[in-house]
């Protein structure tokens, strides 16, 4: 934490206050940032008119800081770029802490600039006034009390390596949000438009005219010699292999790196949904498993093919019954691939982190198992893993060819087939996540997925699409549950003005369906399961599209709803599809399909 005394003087010079911000901003900018999202307040003026004076920024006004929240984070984890966030002080900043919280766990670049009361103000009862030093504790990466803004040269270089610095922060392993706290004087009204420059620093610039202010490199994601030996030798050793890929963010080099060295070591290659792997120009060759989660909910196959060695890279899968059946047979070896440090184990088995850029350290370890004269390997544990999961989707697709009522199951199928290449599926967590985990199978055909898998919340769901969205990387769908959408109808009207658009497909099973899955479900009203877990709401979503300027479509039945997504959707305007869902019969439904995908798997 930094934190810096207050000025002896009260007074703020209004020109120095626009250089300072000028040259901060100017230089977030050359950094590479693009998008600042803004909701109202007087404190934050200073922020905001310099912001604005920056060409390069694209200044989004967003009413509410909550959704704010999260439309950033949806934007900056599909730009791969830090967004940043400005609002005034008091409670304001505190409606950003669940976005600042998925941000964080997730690794998601924000910078969050909160306007503040000057030190002489604060605890005197000054009106939309709180603590907010440290005001995210340990979820932000950096946290700065900035200075109140003064004038000269010094004070506009400080303010350009601050804004370097915060950037580098924000980007670099892990990634993570910023909170820069800005202390402002009245008055606020901005004034004039600077027009900072480099000229103007007063100072010779030693070459430095052009570009960030402060440039800094990237951290190095290549393996040790030591390392990747030690690794080359337990792959030898480890003919019953699994690498288990969690949500990694889309990278088409690193998808096929990790597909290559799956292949080389003869390891099946489980893909999380939110790991890119399950989808994409790779799957033809490489040992992808689709539905291993169903497989593994019989214990006799879970038993039977078990690894020895377990290579993990991304974050924790969503699979319960994967890290179940890991921790009932423990892995001889689990190697933890953890570029940034985070250590994402909850079952506590890693017997080595790697500290590397997945990417790189598959290229390298593929590239020595190659130069050791080993050919790819052809093992019955690869092959025993792939016939299984074949003879899964078989089953699967045969028993949801002809269906016609509206179950979750198929209705994801459908989703994703109905997708482009270019599309974007954005997932709530619940339920569809774990729709998409069982039911999703694999194909060549790319597909870039995101959902809040840090914390793993359904908060800012509608929000974070909308970002998604708004980066303009192509047409985007989010697939969500009814309680998630509840959770953020305020998250539809940002969709509104987006030259993409968006499509929500709304699976309504009227509750939280998922509790209906968990053991809790069978006490009854001896624990209010209706009441307090359930959660019926009794809504009529339609009231939804006039309320939102959307286009409202309820689909009666499972061809109604291929039909609705094949038609094209991608323009401006929010497009909202209901799918009720019959909760009883949805719960049967996947419990049938997932006894028969694992019935027929452990077939042989």
């Given at each position: 934490m930094a934190t810096h005394p207050p000025d002896d003087g009260f007074e703020a010079r209004p020109d120095e206050v626009r250089d300072f911000l000028a040259a901060f901003f100017e230089e977030l900018a050359?950094?590479?940032?693009?998008?600042?999202?803004?909701?109202?307040?007087?404190?934050?003026?200073?922020?905001?008119?310099?912001?604005?004076?920056?060409?390069?920024?694209?200044?989004?006004?967003?009413?509410?800081?909550?959704?704010?929240?999260?439309?950033?984070?949806?934007?900056?984890?599909?730009?791969?770029?830090?967004?940043v966030l400005i609002c005034t002080s008091g409670t304001a900043a505190a409606n950003y802490w669940p976005a600042v919280v998925?941000?964080?766990?997730?690794?998601?670049?924000?910078?969050?600039?909160?306007?503040?009361?000057?030190?002489?103000?604060?605890?005197?009862?000054?009106?939309?006034?709180?603590?907010?030093?440290?005001?995210?504790?340990?979820?932000?990466?950096?946290?700065?009390?900035?200075?109140?803004?003064?004038?000269?040269?010094?004070?506009?270089?400080?303010?350009?390596?601050?804004?370097?610095?915060?950037?580098?922060?924000?980007?670099?392993?892990?990634?993570?949000?910023?909170?820069?706290?800005?202390?402002?004087?009245?008055?606020?009204?901005?004034?004039?438009?600077?027009?900072?420059?480099?000229?103007?620093?007063?100072?010779?610039?030693?070459?430095?005219?052009?570009?960030?202010?402060?440039?800094?490199?990237?951290?190095?994601?290549?393996?040790?010699?030591?390392?990747?030996?030690?690794?080359?030798?337990?792959?030898?050793?480890?003919?019953?292999?699994?690498?288990?890929?969690?949500?990694?963010?889309?990278?088409?080099?690193?998808?096929?790196?990790?597909?290559?060295?799956?292949?080389?070591?003869?390891?099946?290659?489980?893909?999380?949904?939110?790991?890119?792997?399950?989808?994409?120009?790779?799957?033809?060759t490489a040992p992808v498993l689709a539905h291993g989660d169903l497989l593994l909910r019989d214990a006799e196959f879970a038993e039977a093919w078990a690894p020895d060695v377990v290579l993990r890279i991304g974050d924790a899968p969503v699979s319960k019954a994967l890290r179940l059946a890991l921790e009932a047979r423990p892995p001889e070896h689990w190697i933890l691939v953890d570029p940034d440090r985070v250590w994402h184990d909850p079952s506590h088995l890693a017997?080595?982190?790697?500290?590397?850029?997945?990417?790189?350290?598959?290229?390298?370890?593929?590239?020595?198992?190659?130069?050791?004269?080993?050919?790819?390997?052809?093992?019955?544990?690869?092959?025993?893993?792939?016939?299984?999961?074949?003879?899964?989707?078989?089953?699967?697709?045969?028993?949801?060819?002809?269906?016609?009522?509206?179950?979750?199951?198929?209705?994801?199928?459908?989703?994703?087939?109905?997708?482009?290449?270019?599309?974007?599926?954005?997932?709530?967590?619940?339920?569809?996540?774990?729709?998409?985990?069982?039911?999703?199978?694999?194909?060549?055909r790319p597909l870039r997925l995101h959902g809040h898998r840090g914390a793993s919340g359904i908060d800012g769901l509608v929000s974070g699409a909308a970002g998604a969205a708004a980066a303009d990387c192509g047409p985007v769908l989010l697939l969500t549950g009814d309680l998630a959408l509840l959770h953020d109808v305020g998250g539809l009207r940002l969709a509104q003005s987006l030259p993409q658009g968006l499509t929500i497909v709304v699976l309504n099973n009227d509750g939280g369906g998922i509790f209906s899955f968990l053991p809790v479900a069978e006490r009854g009203e001896a624990v209010g399961f209706e009441t307090f877990f359930r959660t019926p709401h009794g809504l009529d979503l339609a009231h939804l599209g006039p309320l939102h300027d959307a286009e409202f479509t309820r689909v009666r039945d499972a061809d109604e709803l291929r039909e609705r997504l094949a038609r094209p959707w991608t323009g401006p305007g929010l497009r909202l599809i209901e799918v009720p869902v019959d909760r009883d019969g949805n719960v049967k439904h996947f419990r049938e399909l997932a006894a028969l995908a694992a019935s027929a798997g452990g077939a042989a």
């Amino acid at each position: 934490m930094a934190t810096h005394p207050p000025d002896d003087g009260f007074e703020a010079r209004p020109d120095e206050v626009r250089d300072f911000l000028a040259a901060f901003f100017e230089e977030l900018a050359l950094s590479g940032v693009r998008e600042v999202c803004i909701s109202p307040g007087s404190r934050s003026t200073p922020l905001v008119v310099a912001a604005q004076g920056i060409s390069e920024l694209r200044c989004r006004p967003i009413l509410d800081e909550r959704s704010a929240g999260f439309f950033a984070l949806g934007l900056a984890r599909q730009s791969g770029r830090p967004v940043v966030l400005i609002c005034t002080s008091g409670t304001a900043a505190a409606n950003y802490w669940p976005a600042v919280v998925e941000a964080h766990t997730a690794r998601v670049p924000l910078l969050l600039l909160t306007a503040d009361r000057p030190p002489e103000l604060r605890d005197w009862g000054a009106g939309q006034t709180i603590d907010q030093l440290g005001l995210y504790g340990s979820y932000v990466r950096r946290f700065v009390e900035v200075p109140v803004p003064v004038g000269g040269a010094r004070a506009r270089g400080y303010a350009r390596t601050l804004a370097c610095r915060a950037v580098a922060e924000a980007r670099g392993r892990p990634a993570g949000p910023v909170h820069l706290n800005w202390p402002l004087r009245e008055p606020l009204d901005g004034g004039a438009q600077p027009t900072p420059a480099r000229e103007t620093e007063g100072r010779p610039l030693r070459g430095r005219s052009r570009g960030a202010w402060t440039t800094v490199s990237p951290p190095s994601g290549e393996p040790s010699a030591a390392e990747r030996a030690a690794l080359l030798e337990i792959a030898r050793q480890g003919e019953r292999g699994l690498v288990i890929c969690g949500p990694l963010p889309p990278d088409a080099e690193t998808s096929a790196a990790i597909a290559d060295l799956a292949r080389l070591l003869g390891w099946p290659l489980w893909a999380d949904p939110l790991s890119q792997l399950r989808r994409g120009p790779h799957v033809p060759t490489a040992p992808v498993l689709a539905h291993g989660d169903l497989l593994l909910r019989d214990a006799e196959f879970a038993e039977a093919w078990a690894p020895d060695v377990v290579l993990r890279i991304g974050d924790a899968p969503v699979s319960k019954a994967l890290r179940l059946a890991l921790e009932a047979r423990p892995p001889e070896h689990w190697i933890l691939v953890d570029p940034d440090r985070v250590w994402h184990d909850p079952s506590h088995l890693a017997s080595r982190v790697v500290v590397a850029d997945p990417g790189c350290l598959c290229r390298a370890l593929a590239e020595d198992w190659r130069e050791a004269g080993l050919s790819e390997r052809q093992g019955d544990y690869r092959a025993g893993w792939l016939a299984a999961d074949a003879r899964a989707a078989d089953a699967l697709e045969n028993a949801l060819a002809g269906e016609t009522e509206l179950y979750e199951p198929g209705a994801v199928r459908d989703v994703v087939r109905a997708l482009a290449p270019d599309a974007t599926l954005y997932v709530s967590n619940s339920m569809p996540i774990r729709d998409l985990d069982a039911f999703m199978p694999r194909g060549a055909r790319p597909l870039r997925l995101h959902g809040h898998r840090g914390a793993s919340g359904i908060d800012g769901l509608v929000s974070g699409a909308a970002g998604a969205a708004a980066a303009d990387c192509g047409p985007v769908l989010l697939l969500t549950g009814d309680l998630a959408l509840l959770h953020d109808v305020g998250g539809l009207r940002l969709a509104q003005s987006l030259p993409q658009g968006l499509t929500i497909v709304v699976l309504n099973n009227d509750g939280g369906g998922i509790f209906s899955f968990l053991p809790v479900a069978e006490r009854g009203e001896a624990v209010g399961f209706e009441t307090f877990f359930r959660t019926p709401h009794g809504l009529d979503l339609a009231h939804l599209g006039p309320l939102h300027d959307a286009e409202f479509t309820r689909v009666r039945d499972a061809d109604e709803l291929r039909e609705r997504l094949a038609r094209p959707w991608t323009g401006p305007g929010l497009r909202l599809i209901e799918v009720p869902v019959d909760r009883d019969g949805n719960v049967k439904h996947f419990r049938e399909l997932a006894a028969l995908a694992a019935s027929a798997g452990g077939a042989a």
